[in-house]
């Protein structure tokens, strides 16, 4: 199999996770490195490939046929715009843009060319979220009732140190909750309106501290989400999944999915039932554990924009699916503003 070439811009963070992903790739190469600072230079040099300090100067000397965007969001825009115009297919981390303007721009861009835009809602290659879909969209619940959701951690005082940390845009509902909300559109279908109270009474910064929810899915179902960066608990995705060394796993769930006829625990899939009993209360309901292995997700997602930019595979999140997200997220914002109802 001939391998694609990729570039990546941003080599912070998650710019390394996906630089280990490629390293790992039987259909992909990493080719340069676009970064004007020293955690660029550092990845460049740990993957022996050029750095470059923008994307032009990378595009104007290396031959690829895509580009990852791991800048922070507030740079998602311009990257992803000159790839396209390069002729490169772009996979760009999440949030798609910073705004809604920027993300309908990079569809309209992404729609006439013939290029293809991903966007790295990662939790989208794992086997666990697909069976929770199936499991719900197949009506093995019955008809989905009610959903109730958390995702409360507290963050460690040192990541706050940089100012940029305080921001509304670097708060939990556009960095974490954004996850979330993609998890929920993809398992649940799509979020029709949201009402939210927001509360900065721990750290008085920007920076929303939590934010409790009200969702109505257009499916009829309807759902509550609590959300918090400064909250000790046990119960957020990254915690129950052990997805990364940096978060010790406690295996404890943090969504409930409530149907007619039985309920899902999840991400650590327990599905609740009643075996061959009416599904009420006076029936003994048991758990039933799902066995799933979490695999590697950036893998995945690597493998699979390989496969696009290949002609093999359609894009499993586009540039219009990632902006659906990022729409149903920033109107929690305008629901807490308002202390109305936002019809999404
Ligand atoms: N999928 C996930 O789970 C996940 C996790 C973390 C971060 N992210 C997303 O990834 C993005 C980056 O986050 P991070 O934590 O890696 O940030 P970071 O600050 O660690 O890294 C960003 C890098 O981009 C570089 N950069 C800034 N402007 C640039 C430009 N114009 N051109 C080239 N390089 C530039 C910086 O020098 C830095 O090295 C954000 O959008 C964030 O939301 C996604």
Known sequence: ????????????????????????????????????????????????????????????????DGVIVSTPTEHHFNPTITALDGGCHVLVEKPIMATLEEADQVVVKADASNCHVLVGHHRRYYGLIHRAREIIQSGELGQLVAVSGQWTVR??????????????EAGPILTNLIHE?????????????????????????????????????????????????????????????????????????????MGTKAALDFPNLTLWHHNDDPPDWNHLISPDPLELKLEDAFSLQIAHFAAVIAGRESPIINAADGTRTLRTTLAVFEAARSGQRVMV
């Not at 721990?202 to 909250?231: P, Y």
């Open 1 to 64: 199999m001939s391998q694609v070439k990729l570039g990546i811009v941003g080599g912070g963070v998650i710019g390394r996770r996906h630089a280990g992903a490629i390293a790992n790739a039987d259909a992909a190469v990493l080719v340069a490195i676009a970064d004007p600072a020293p955690s660029g230079r550092q990845l460049a040099e740990n993957m022996n490939v050029p750095l470059y300090s923008d994307l032009q100067e990378l595009l104007a000397r290396e031959a690829i």
């Open 155 to 168: 963050k460690a005082d040192a990541y706050f140190h940089p100012d940029w940390r305080k921001k509304w």
């Open 181 to 257: 909300m993609d998890s929920l559109r993809y398992i649940c279908g799509e979020v029709e309106s949201i009402s939210a109270e927001v509360s900065h009474a721990v750290r008085n910064w920007e920076k929303e501290d939590a934010v409790a929810m009200i969702m109505r899915f257009s499916s009829g179902a309807i759902g509550t989400f609590m959300l918090s960066d400064q909250a000790t608990s046990p119960w957020a995705w990254e915690l129950g999944t052990g997805e990364t060394e940096f978060f010790p796993r406690t295996a404890q769930n943090s969504i409930r999915f």
